[in-house]
């Protein structure tokens, strides 16, 4: 079964940082683009970060740029998420999927349907 599965969420103050992975199951990422999405309670679900199978290309939504750093290591299978100066509106679950494409200025779509996601949730 193809399937990708995210970890790392917790209860951290304002200020804190997190570090959330993203590893694959039954293929290899090397050769696609991974995105990071996230979906706060009564809200729209957004793009916050993707990397290209490369890691040649990156991008980051504003909210989180300067923030935020996404990595991958193609040996591990892994895509990690690192979240620094966490904010209380980056609560959510944050969920990772291979995606159509990886553009300076936007992550497309989602392939195929999400996993269970990892919640953050930034609170004193």
């Known amino acids: 079964q193809l399937q990708l599965v995210e970890s790392g969420g917790g209860l951290v103050q304002p200020g804190g940082s997190l570090r959330l992975s993203c590893t694959a199951s039954?293929?290899?990422?090397?050769?696609?683009?991974i995105g990071w999405f996230r979906q706060a309670p009564g809200k729209e679900r957004e793009g916050v970060s993707c990397?290209?199978?490369?890691?040649?290309?990156?991008y980051y939504a504003d909210s989180v740029k300067g923030r935020f750093t996404i990595s991958r290591d193609n040996a591990k299978n892994t895509v990690w998420l690192r979240m620094y100066n966490l904010k209380p509106e980056d609560t959510a679950a944050y969920y990772c999927?291979?995606?159509?494409?990886?553009?300076?200025?936007?992550?497309?779509?989602?392939?195929?349907?999400w996993g269970q996601g990892t919640q953050v949730t930034v609170s004193s």
């Open positions: 999927a291979v995606v159509k494409y990886c553009a300076n200025q936007a992550v497309g779509g989602p392939f195929g349907s």
């Open positions: 039954g293929f290899t990422l090397d050769t696609n683009a």
């Open positions: 990397i290209s199978s490369s890691a040649g290309t990156i």
